[in-house]
């Protein structure tokens, strides 16, 4: 079974502050989600990676495969982008379903 | 219109009573998932459908019955509910490309 790990739990930062979400996994997988939950409960995916980097707006995502690591960074920070970020892996044929991390909740202050 | 939907989206309940989520899709996909979040443990798989045919369990299943009733309908059932069963229910689906659409959840209590 796959460990996932994230760091940090929680994080609270200013608007504009560049921010970066750790995520580690155990064993060798086939893709890498990250997910965003914002309050009202809904899952939004981000990304999803099996290798290098990924760039959407403000978001940025890579993944060190040999390390087995990603990263999530935000640039300019805004307080809409307070929500819970997940990572979440696929191992294996990938047919049965994802490996979660317990999430990392970030609060922008204005 | 959302492309994965679940009903109901809030339901309070008591302990012993039967309950059935439900949860339906335009994606077109096969692949179909149920999953449970709860506070500090995230997201965990309860089971999972590739087709019509197909039922697997996931890594949290005692407790939980399901049924795919078609390719765009999975079904998931509390035979007997209990307070620990009090959960944010998720349903998803997945594309043959590891792609992941979640539906947008249902919070259940159970009394």
């Known amino acids: 079974k796959n460990e996932v790990e994230q760091s940090p739990q929680n994080l609270t930062a200013q608007e504009g502050e560049f921010i970066t979400i750790n995520c580690s996994y155990s064993?060798?997988?086939?893709?890498l989600h990250w997910l965003q939950q914002h309050p009202g409960g809904g899952i939004v995916s981000l990304f999803m990676?099996?290798?290098g980097k990924k760039k959407h707006g403000r978001l940025i995502a890579t993944i060190n495969i040999q390390e087995k690591h990603s990263s999530l960074h935000i640039t300019a920070s805004h307080p809409r982008d307070s929500a819970v970020y997940i990572c979440?892996?696929?191992?294996?044929?990938?047919?049965?379903?994802?490996?979660f991390g317990k999430g990392t909740h970030l609060i922008i202050q204005p | 219109d959302a492309d994965v939907t679940q009903t109901p989206r809030n339901r309070i309940t008591k302990t012993g009573k039967r309950i059935m989520l439900e949860c339906s899709q335009t994606?077109?996909?096969?692949?179909m998932y149920w999953y449970r979040q709860d506070p500090g443990l995230g997201l965990r798989l309860i089971y999972y459908?590739?087709?019509?045919?197909?039922?697997n369990k996931g890594e949290i299943s005692d407790g939980y019955s399901v049924s795919r009733q078609a390719q765009a309908k999975f079904s998931l059932s509390l035979e007997s509910a209990i307070p620990n069963q009090t959960a944010l229910y998720f349903c998803?689906?997945?594309?043959?490309?590891?792609?992941?659409?979640f539906g947008p959840g249902t919070r259940l209590t159970v009394l």
């Open positions: 459908s590739f087709d019509v045919k197909d039922i």
């Open positions: 998803a689906t997945g594309s043959t490309y590891n792609e992941q659409f």
């Open positions: 979440a892996v696929i191992s294996g044929g990938g047919a049965d379903g994802l490996t």
């Open positions: 064993v060798g997988i086939s893709a």
């Open positions: 990676l099996s290798s």
């Open positions: 994606k077109g996909h096969d692949r």
